[in-house]
């Protein structure tokens, strides 16, 4: 893995990445196990609701995660639920492994809902959550914009979604989809907050991961990824051997979050497109790196 040069402000590095959370798929619980010793305590561990997934898969990588002394955050696809005794079957399950006070709610990838639900809010909608012992919820945000949603929508939605989890007494927590320049994280940032919502905010970053991969999630999500966008991340379109990690993204995102008090609550949340473990280990020695 590259490394770059030690942060400009250590100090801001730490408490930028002190209590990040990370991100599983429900196959991921062998590299979950072998991560352990670079995972503090306590971390929290979203666990993916993808379509190649059964619930048996979801509901077993979320109790491993609260097995091994993290906490779970399983993640509910509202466009990938058949019906509301699915979504009631899944709750239920979560409850009974002791993983259900912190979930996230995504609309979801199908162009087609399956059931009943077409977005995040249809399910925070429902009501049901409190039900089953939710606490928190996670929603989405996207600095970049989403390839299939307009601005306008995405602000409304996001609102909206904030609005009903305050109505429901629900704790809320907004993620970023991840991001190769600060600039646009920042200006959206600034946007959270002056629409009022003051929840805390989850900057999504990849962990450390091929050049290639990286690039393949981003064309699939639409975040930008231009010659002069990843070369300030780290890395060059003209080379995709080998791997890039966010040192670049985190140290700039630090120093600029230390000086504006203004952004509020914001940690970071690492998609581990490169695995858990180098993650892991990426953010426990990042903020002391030397040159």
């Known amino acids: 893995m590259p490394r770059h040069s030690r942060p400009a402000d250590p100090?801001?590095?730490?408490?930028?990445?002190?209590?990040?959370?990370?991100?599983?798929?429900?196959?991921?619980?062998?590299d979950l196990l072998v991560a352990r010793s670079a995972i503090p305590?306590?971390?929290?561990?979203?666990?993916?609701f993808?379509?190649?997934?059964?619930?048996?898969?979801?509901v077993a990588a979320a109790a491993a995660v609260r097995a091994a002394g993290y906490v779970p955050v399983p993640h509910i696809s509202a466009r990938r639920l058949a019906s509301r005794s699915q979504l009631e079957e899944f709750l239920g399950r979560l409850q009974d492994v002791g993983a259900s006070e912190r979930v996230l709610i995504v609309g979801g990838d199908p162009a087609t809902p399956a059931g009943p639900y077409s977005a995040a809010y249809d399910v925070i909608g429902t009501g049901l959550l409190p039900e089953y012992g939710v606490r928190e919820v996670s929603v989405a945000g996207y600095p970049e914009g989403h390839p299939d949603l307009?601005?306008?929508?995405?602000?409304?939605?996001?609102?909206?979604k904030a609005a009903a989890l305050a109505e429901q007494r629900l704790d809320s927590v907004v993620i970023s989809q991840f991001a190769f320049d600060p600039d646009p994280v920042i200006t959206w940032i600034h946007e959270v907050r002056e629409r009022g919502i003051?929840?805390?905010?989850?900057v999504g970053t990849p962990g450390p991961a091929g050049v290639k991969r990286l690039l393949g999630f981003a064309r699939r999500f639409g975040i930008g990824a231009n010659a002069m966008i990843v070369k300030k991340y780290g890395f060059s379109l003209t080379n995709l051997v080998g791997t890039a990690g966010p040192d670049?993204?985190?140290?700039?995102?630090?120093?600029?979050?230390?000086?504006?008090?203004?952004?509020?609550?914001v940690k970071l949340h690492f998609y581990t497109f490169g695995g858990l473990s180098a993650t892991s280990h990426w953010a426990r020695e990042f903020p002391t790196a030397g040159p």
């Open 50 to 58: 993808l379509g190649n997934e059964d619930l048996e898969l979801r």
């Open 150 to 160: 307009r601005p306008d929508v995405l602000w409304r939605h996001l609102e909206a």
């Open 11 to 30: 100090l801001a590095a730490r408490r930028l990445i002190s209590d990040y959370s990370l991100e599983m798929t429900g196959k991921d619980i062998p």
């Open 41 to 48: 305590a306590g971390t929290k561990i979203n666990v993916t």
């Open 248 to 265: 670049v993204f985190v140290a700039d995102l630090a120093v600029r979050l230390a000086g504006d008090p203004a952004s509020g609550a």
């Open 198 to 202: 003051h929840a805390q905010i989850r």
